[in-house]
């Protein structure tokens, strides 16, 4: 099996790239950086089956050989990056997958979208299932990220029901774990570095809001049991465990000796205020859930970060 991965050296494109080798796949991996960092694939140098070639999947590109899949995880995917790079996120999402799509037919591949639980907006039901349509503002500023997810999945099923093209969709919610950028935009990075940095951690809003985390392995070992499934339809995949921002603000800080105090700064436009996976179907077609707890999860992660932060302010 031969596979190309866009966004290859993101965070969740990285790990997925690992998992696809563990199996004994070849991997491809894609991606034009501006979210992306090598490092995340440094691990991977001398591996036979694995390359990795810097390109834009926004402008038309050729793969040479045999390929029996596409996994199409480029995207921006924290509210600073795809606000930071509006019309990047909207193409990747639009003319991005038209094009990996293109491919995937070309070549007679399977293919594979990573879609967003931002599809269901500010949800107005909770847990969100896969056949609730979601409450998304379509000119807000996170509208260039949900629309662009939106959109895709729409193009993922056109090109499935117009050109029988094998198509798979995940919606992803909340996920951490090492290779994260620290400081990158999202709650877990952000609280980290802040108490790894000495300032407080910031809350915005009341702290009410709920998200729910899935540590990066549980994941990915989702979205590979999706990608080997007959479904075609959107599957939710994520942890159903649900606490408030301002609980896992207090978790964090449980983790730190001299813990940084707490402060409130205003509300994001149209941030959601409650984000839960209903992943009764995943249970159901995959036989899959998550397993690693919150406490182990963070362990590991917070030692990355810890990691990370150490060697940033040695090259400072």
């Not at 990795?52 to 996994?71: H, I, M, Q």
């Not at 990075?189 to 899935?214: E, M, W």
Request: hydrophobic share 35%; proline share 7%; with cysteine.
């Amino acid at each position: 099996m031969r596979a190309v991965v866009t966004g290859g050296a993101g965070f969740l494109g990285s790990h997925l790239c690992d998992r696809l080798l563990t199996e004994g796949w070849e991997v491809l991996a894609l991606d034009n950086l501006i979210t992306g960092d090598e490092a995340n694939l440094a691990h991977l140098k001398g591996n036979a089956k694995f390359k990795f070639e810097p390109t834009d999947v926004n402008e038309p590109f050729r793969v040479e050989g045999k390929l029996e899949y596409v996994f199409h995880f480029a995207s921006p995917a924290s509210p600073p990056d795809y606000l930071k790079f509006p019309i990047e996120t909207l193409k990747v999402g639009s003319i991005a997958t038209m094009n990996t799509l293109e491919l995937a037919k070309a070549k007679n591949a399977k293919f594979f979208l990573a879609s967003t639980s931002e599809c269901y907006g500010d949800p107005d039901v909770s847990p969100q299932c896969e056949s609730y349509w979601g409450r998304v503002n379509p000119v807000g500023p996170r509208s260039v990220y949900d629309e662009a997810k939106r959109f895709a999945e729409a193009t993922t099923m056109a090109y499935h029901r117009h050109h029988a093209v094998d198509t798979h969709i995940v919606r992803i919610f909340n996920t951490y774990g090492p290779r994260m950028r620290l400081n990158d935009g999202r709650a877990l990075p952000n609280f980290v570095y802040q108490a790894l940095s000495g300032q407080p951690i910031t809350v915005y809003g009341d702290g009410k809001q709920t998200r729910s985390f899935c540590y990066v392995s549980d994941l990915i070992d989702g979205i590979y049991k999706l990608s080997q499934s007959d479904e075609h339809m959107p599957t939710n995949i994520g942890n159903p465990t649900e606490l408030t921002i301002q609980e896992f603000a207090v978790r964090i800080c449980s983790f730190f000796p001299n813990a940084p105090r707490i402060i409130y700064e205003p509300l994001p436009v149209d941030d959601p205020k409650q984000r839960r996976p209903d992943i009764s179907k995943a249970k159901r077609l995959l036989g899959w859930e998550p397993k690693v707890s919150l406490e182990e999860g963070l362990k590991t992660t917070i030692a990355f970060f810890r990691e990370q932060y150490a060697k940033s302010t040695v090259t400072r």
